[in-house]
């Protein structure tokens, strides 16, 4: 009876972590998510260990649940929203983000059904609002490039499951405009589960309405929870922040946290790991220089090195020069020049388009921002530092055996070969 139970306790923690896994990957899964069955399961187990450990909240519905993730540090701009794969990925920049909030806010006031041509229209009513024309904000459906960011934005509201595509296609409006139209279902309960904040929006307006709140202070506000004045919850929310940057970051360095955090983490590492380790499956790393939680299966992570195909080559190739060439850095005009060459080394083996000329200065960018979303390598101005964590792909040289022939054995004298 002991083994039984021994093996069903077993068994339901396995779950347990499988569950957690998926919602690390994909705060918000649908009906339809191979995963979505096994979280809503073991809702409640995990509803309390997120509560104890991260201070993340889970909402489950009846056909999505929800992760309320909250960033560890709001100023990471290194890995931003991404729709696509392979040579088709886009990437969100400030500009999609700003057209993304406002289609938001449009889909909650209007119907249950619309258009891409209207959720157009939509943007370029708002951005005529004074506040967005004075810093730049445009938007015109003449515009084929504004048209092309409207797609980008409605295909992440796609895959977060926001809107349904009933007919129509994006790629027919993104040539001919209104013409090529294409209509949506609006999923509302979808819609508003995807603001995650502390209080809300309204509330921080009021507390900046004498324009003493930047935007970096707007965002610590609306995700600013209350901390008890106490040794209590002052160490609570130390172990949430740290293991909110545990699971999201992909490295910790020492030299990037205050003296409290380094503090409890020094106390507490042991034990924060091994529940981590426990609940995720994720393998802690320790080194002199931080502490990285790693996940052996390569699932909880959406940059890899290496990877296949040109880019992840690429990325490879920089991140063993610049271990290579230590903490010195390079400029990115150096960077530049390597990819050159490794354009005449490696062009029987990348796609032709990375070859072209012209094409360094790209492919430069797109390696170094992997690299840096990974915390391997920091930019400061016109130059690249590597990180500690990017000793992991310097390259020693091979250690060979002895050049020299081997002895004979001396038969003459009864040694024997």
């Known amino acids: 009876m002991d083994d039984l139970t021994d093996a069903l306790g077993r068994q339901r923690q396995e779950e347990q972590r499988r569950a957690l896994r998926a919602l690390l990957a994909r705060p918000l899964l649908r009906a339809e998510d191979a995963a979505f069955a096994l979280v809503r399961r073991h809702a409640p187990g995990l509803r309390d260990w997120l509560t104890r450990e991260t201070g993340w909240y889970l909402q489950t519905e009846r056909d999505f649940v929800r992760l309320h993730k909250r960033p560890a540090d709001h100023a990471d701009a290194t890995r931003p929203a991404r729709v696509g794969k392979g040579t088709q990925r886009k990437t969100f920049n400030r500009r999609r983000y700003a057209l ?94 995807l603001l995650v904040t502390s209080r809300g929006p309204s509330l921080v307006a009021l507390g900046g309405a004498d324009g003493t709140l930047d935007l970096e202070a707007r965002l610590k506000a609306l995700a600013e929870s209350f901390v008890p004045d106490t040794p209590e919850g002052r160490n609570r929310a130390l172990r949430h922040r740290l293991a909110r940057r545990l699971l999201d970051d992909p490295v910790i360095y020492w030299e990037a946290l205050d003296e409290d955090e380094a503090a409890y983490l020094t106390n507490q590492r042991g034990a924060m790991a091994r529940r981590l380790q426990q609940a995720t499956g994720l393998v802690p790393e320790v080194r002199a220089e931080g502490l990285a939680m790693v996940d052996p299966e390569g699932e909880l992570t959406d940059e890899r090195v290496p990877a296949e195909g040109t880019e992840g080559h690429l990325a490879l190739l920089m991140a063993e020069r610049l271990a290579e060439i230590g903490p010195e850095g ?31 200065g790209g492919l430069c960018r797109q390696a170094l921002a992997r690299l840096a979303s990974l915390r391997l390598v920091e930019r400061r101005d016109q130059r690249v530092y590597p990180l500690p964590a990017l000793g992991r792909f310097r390259v020693q040289a091979a250690a060979l055996p002895d050049d020299e022939a081997p002895r004979q054995p001396d038969l003459a004298n009864g040694e024997t070969p």
């Open 100 to 193: 993304f909030c406002l289609l938001l806010a449009d889909l909650e006031r209007g119907e249950a059904q619309i258009t891409l041509g209207r959720l157009g229209e939509g943007l370029g009513q708002a951005v005529a609002e004074p506040a967005l024309a004075e810093r730049g904000l445009a938007f015109s459906l003449d515009n084929q490039e504004a048209r092309r960011d409207l797609v980008v934005v409605v295909r992440l509201l796609l895959e977060l499951g926001v809107l349904v595509r009933v007919a129509g296609d994006e790629e027919a409006f993104l040539r001919r405009g209104v013409d090529g139209d294409v209509l949506y279902d609006v999923d509302r309960r979808v819609l508003s589960a």
């Open 330 to 360: 390079a400029t990115l005009a150096e960077a530049e020049a390597w990819i050159g060459a490794w354009q005449t080394q490696y062009r029987r083996y990348w796609r032709k388009a990375a070859c072209e000329p012209g094409a360094a």
